[in-house]
């Protein structure tokens, strides 16, 4: 019963197209603020959304309202009304980093996930103005009506939490999305060597799995050619200072480690081994305990 009420909301969610135009001019709005505060430069939007921790920023971060608010509950249940305040007012401070987070994070969603998350959103700014004003009566000594606007706000609060689960659980933001399906045991021939120029993405084909090959300084590099955020195609993105480029939201790996540089992908690309026989590349997946990049992972490169 539960189960078939909450996937007719979502449904009704992921098919309401008239959500996409507040979410165009909310994204719009974003971009402006983010250009005027300098956060699409540099590491700050990565750091945002996680890259610092090669995990999302935003789930842990709204882990802190979800506690504090149920722990107010508790609290006020049992007639702890100063450290009730404290509870919401930490939940708030939680809350308000996890907007920040969760903001840089749905900018780059599309489609059904974007209005998932737009209407999280919504609901957890509902949740934040009741608690702001719980917080605010309690200070003034108004604990009842204080009380009150917790209770209101902790069921929005819960539905949005099932919302944001959903994104991670149904439509995987955040998660790895890089193709893991290449044989491991052997390698796979890819292109022919001369046909990959210096400096400029390559997509080539290793059995069903597209792959990325990237010459740069005269090595060979390749990857799974899709980006671990939301499966970008690499081989039509750019080379950058050694890294490369994805051409959907700018993500960058980079070549030899296929570490993330720059959010919005926190996890890493998939790095492939190389190898040239006979005039032909040859690609196959990294032996797990290769550190990527590291000594062994050179050898079994097979590379001068
Ligand atoms: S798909 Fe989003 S950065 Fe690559």
Known sequence: MAQRVLDRLLNAIEGDDRLDRPGHRLEQGLAFAQNLLGVTRGRARGFLHGVWLGHPFHPLLTDIPIGAWTTALVLDLRGHERTARAAVGLGLAGALAAAVTGLNDWQYTHDDARRVGLVHGTLNTIALGLYGW??????????????????LGYPVIAISGYLGGTLTYRHRIGADQTDRRLDPRRFTRVLPERDLPEGRPHRARAGDVDVALVRSDGRVHALVDACPHLRGPLSRGWLRDGAIVCPWHGSAFELRTGESLNGPAVHPAQCLQTRVRDGWIEVRPRAAASPPGGTSARRQEGWP
């Open 134 to 151: 719980s917080w605010w009566q309690r200070g003034r000594g108004r604990h009842g009506r204080g009380r009150i606007a917790a209770l």
